[in-house]
């Protein structure tokens, strides 16, 4: 076994100590509606991780992913709850726009990270324009779907194993996955091989985009309601997720799989802590604390690349 | 011969046709007059020293380039002031492996095919991709051991450039009819490239035709069916490569370029003080001397000189008497503070000589501006202006400003007269050996010829080893090709 075993064990390894931890300290989570309760609030966060992926992967970040879930959620529980066809209209609409925010950071070599702090505002107050008030609902199919009670496994562990496994399939797999993970290594490779790298960006924002309009619906689906507010952690959560999965933030090196399993850790140490009864005071600091012990973790794995 | 019999693939037409094919970028004439054309089954050695214009010169013929002026015909049919010239290569088959590694690092051996491959099939196609590279290494580098699924980055040196040469001669739709390889050898050891030097042969034999650009001139010697030497951004000579030996080739490569006969008065009757600096690949200085870093570009120089400089200097405090200054070339990268008026990036090295405790003297700061701006000739009228009020010219001369007014006894220059006109760069010399001549040390690393010329004592460096050292009157530029191109392996 190599590092590169390890490397992509990492993650793996750290879901399986905080599961063993949370099991120990509460034996009635080791059931299928424990389990349920335990990771169905992953599933939005899982997507938005593997949105944050997409932008990592080409050696950009995405700071509006927060407030662009928060808009999404907003518009599933207002507009596509009441008139479908206005509200897909109008998810299709930011995804477009997704799409050209990853074109003009192309083609003007704008920094990402500025760009995106920037949109962020502006989906923030697109949000609270839409629902300016907590409230809304969810459409009948979606709390369906979310809830359903599926045989063996429930949902909570069925769709980040659906999301991790599809999306490995695309950016590992795919011959279009292998191109976008070319810009994040080799951008002057591509161009030079006469491909068109603003047309490969601009398709890794938009689908960023997709993802996170996935997470804001599904996060709708099962909080019922929503609120301009309601997503605001995911900006942070899927970064971490990310390179808690094995991901880079730059060159290109990602992996998807990894990303769900860092996006489930995350959502496990928070639930760890709270059986921990640990003050909420204290929480954030301890998820932080657990988050620099797995990339420390990491590092050492690591330390033999960056030599090279 | 038939002239209308033009068919791809005869051995009639010439892959690709240039005529009187010119490029400059901006006032810098990159390449003019150039006529070339390539026949199926010619592998065509291209020589020449630093900015003699081999990479624009292949960068037309693989279409990232569009000429400023001239025809560029790509087997038969006309593409004149096309920009997809690019494309146009490709479908001809023209195909390039760079000196700089092209590859993509985070994927894997067989998805760095598909880079390449534009349209590849898409079904199934990870298994023929592996198929595809493994049989292209195997056919090029037999018995390479390479696993097409392993990650390129974890791959050593060597074996990325021999997955890149096999990339580039991988079948693929468009069969592979001109390969263009600037400098394949560079990282490979002796066997490796010869392997890749008989394949080159074979291709050439079935009718592939090659481009090879080296500065190893017995591979050259070994491969090539014919040589053409550039200089200047001109084709000087084009010819079978039994009309050359390495004499005439070397010659060939290095028209005059008269000394100047001050320079050969200054020159002469210099003694020099006792030995300042000398490092463990054998580079030495003595006290007043200037030492020339000679030797094509990127061949170990930039390195000597930062960690000479390095050595020399702490990391944490900027010294009162330094022991070394440093000019950069790369001013963007290295130099200039692009914000600042041109008086805070002249005086930026000595704040700390002139001032005394923690406030900067203003009052020094600025006669020390206004002596060099005199001194030196810096061209404005008010030192306040930003620095990017000047040309390029009068920035170098801030730079230059900025390390003589040090009391360091070492000046250590990494090539700083990249773009710099000719006045400026005679006033630049004289200055140089004004400051020489009162007891410092230069250490010079250029790419031009007429500057290591100036030089006292000269350091030939090859693949980052000083392969030779000149002094007085060996310093010609006869002796500094020969020596800058490696010449051990003879003919076969």
């Not at chain 1, 591509?190 to 924002?205: D, N, T």
Request: proline share 4%.
């Amino acid at each position: 076994m190599n590092r590169e075993h390890l490397r992509a064990l990492l993650p793996f390894m750290s879901l399986a100590i905080l599961l063993a931890a949370v099991f120990y300290m509460q034996p009635r989570a080791m059931s299928y509606f424990g389990l349920n309760l335990l990771f169905n609030l992953a599933i939005p966060v899982a997507l938005a991780t593997v949105a944050q992926m997409m932008i990592l992967m080409i050696n950009d970040i995405d700071l509006s992913i927060g407030t662009f879930v928060s808009f999404c959620a907003c518009v599933t529980a207002t507009f596509v709850q009441s008139d479908p066809v206005i509200g897909y209209a109008i998810l299709a609409g930011a995804i477009l726009v997704y799409a050209g925010m990853g074109a003009i950071i192309h083609v003007r070599k704008l920094p990402a990270i500025v760009v995106t702090l920037g949109m962020s505002f502006f989906w923030a107050g697109m949000a609270i324009l839409i629902l300016p008030s907590p409230g809304g609902s969810a459409p009948d199919w979606l709390r369906t779907m979310m809830t359903a009670k599926t045989p063996f496994l429930p949902v909570a562990i069925i769709a980040p194993i659906i999301i991790g496994l599809s999306m490995h399939y695309f950016v590992k797999r795919s011959a279009l996955g292998v191109l976008l993970r070319g810009v994040g290594g080799n951008e002057q490779a591509i161009e030079r091989s006469g491909w068109s790298v603003l047309r490969l960006k601009a398709v890794a924002y938009g689908i960023a985009g997709l993802l996170c309009v996935l997470s804001g619906m599904a996060l709708v689906g099962l909080a019922t309601s929503a609120d301009a507010n309601i997503a605001l952690r995911y900006t942070l959560l899927s970064i971490a997720g990310v390179i808690l999965g094995g991901g880079e933030f730059t060159g290109g090196r990602v992996s998807p799989i990894g990303a769900v399993v860092g996006a489930l850790t995350l959502t496990l140490a928070a639930s760890f802590l709270s059986f921990l009864h640990l003050s909420s005071d204290w929480q954030i600091g301890a998820q932080g604390a657990i988050l620099i012990l797995v990339l420390a973790a990491r590092l050492i794995f690591t330390r033999r690349e960056a030599t090279i | 011969m038939i002239q209308n019999k033009k068919v791809i693939g005869t051995h009639e037409v010439p892959i690709i046709t240039l005529a009187e094919v010119a490029v400059s970028f901006g006032a810098v004439k990159a390449l003019s007059d150039v006529d070339f054309r390539i026949m199926p089954g010619e592998c065509v050695g291209v020589v020449g020293h630093n900015g003699a214009g081999k990479s624009t010169f292949v960068n037309v013929i693989n279409g990232r380039l569009s000429p400023t002026s001239g025809i560029v015909n790509y087997a038969g049919d006309n593409a004149q002031a096309d920009f997809r010239n690019a494309d146009r290569a490709r479908t001809v088959g023209i195909r390039s492996v760079f000196q700089e590694l092209s590859l993509c690092p985070n994927l894997t051996v067989l998805e760095n095919l598909r880079i390449p491959y534009r349209n590849m099939p898409l079904k199934n196609w990870r298994k023929e991709a592996g198929q595809v590279v493994k049989k292209s290494l195997d056919e090029i580098f037999p018995g390479n051991g390479i696993n097409p699924y392993s990650v390129v980055a974890d791959l050593p040196i060597a074996e990325r450039q021999m997955v890149e040469i096999a990339i580039a001669f991988s079948q693929r739709d468009i069969d592979a009819r001109l390969v263009i390889l600037d400098e394949p050898t560079s990282s490979l050891d002796g066997s490796i490239a010869e392997q890749l030097l008989s394949y080159i042969k074979r291709f050439c034999e079935e009718g592939g035709s090659i481009i090879f650009i080296s500065h190893m001139l017995g591979e050259i010697f070994d491969v090539a069916t014919r040589i053409v030497v550039m200089k200047d951004g001109r084709i000087i000579d084009d010819n079978l490569v039994s009309k050359f030996s390495r004499d005439t080739l070397v010659d060939a490569m290095g028209h005059v370029v008269p000394d100047t006969p001050e320079i050969q008065v200054a020159k002469k009757n210099r003694s020099f003080g006792e030995e300042v600096l000398r490092m463990e690949n054998g580079l030495s200085a003595r006290k007043g001397e200037i030492i020339g870093l000679a030797g094509l570009a990127g061949h170990g120089q930039a390195e000597v000189l930062a960690a000479c400089t390095l050595a020399r200097s702490s990391d944490w405090l900027a010294s009162r008497n330094p022991q070394v200054v440093f000019v950069a070339g790369d001013r963007a990268r290295d130099g200039l503070m692009p914000l600042w008026s041109i008086m805070r990036n002249l005086s930026l090295q000595t704040l700390v000589e002139f001032s005394r405790g923690f406030w900067i003297n203003r009052i020094k700061e600025a006669s020390l501006a206004d002596r060099w701006h005199s001194k030196i000739g810096i061209k404005t009228d008010n030192l306040m202006n930003p620095i990017l009020s000047l040309s390029g010219g009068n920035q170098q001369k801030v730079l230059f400003s900025r390390a003589l007014a040090s009391s360091a006894p070492i000046v250590v220059m990494d090539d700083p007269m990249r773009g710099v006109d000719v006045g400026t760069k005679m006033e630049v010399y004289r200055m140089i050996r004004s400051e020489a001549e009162k007891g410092r040390t230069f250490l010079w690393y250029s790419t031009e010829t007429d500057e290591i010329l100036e030089c006292d004592r000269v350091f030939v460096f090859r693949e980052g080893e000083i392969v030779s050292e000149l002094t007085g009157d060996e310093i010609t530029e006869d002796n500094l090709l020969r020596t800058s191109f490696a010449m051990q392996e003879s003919i076969q």
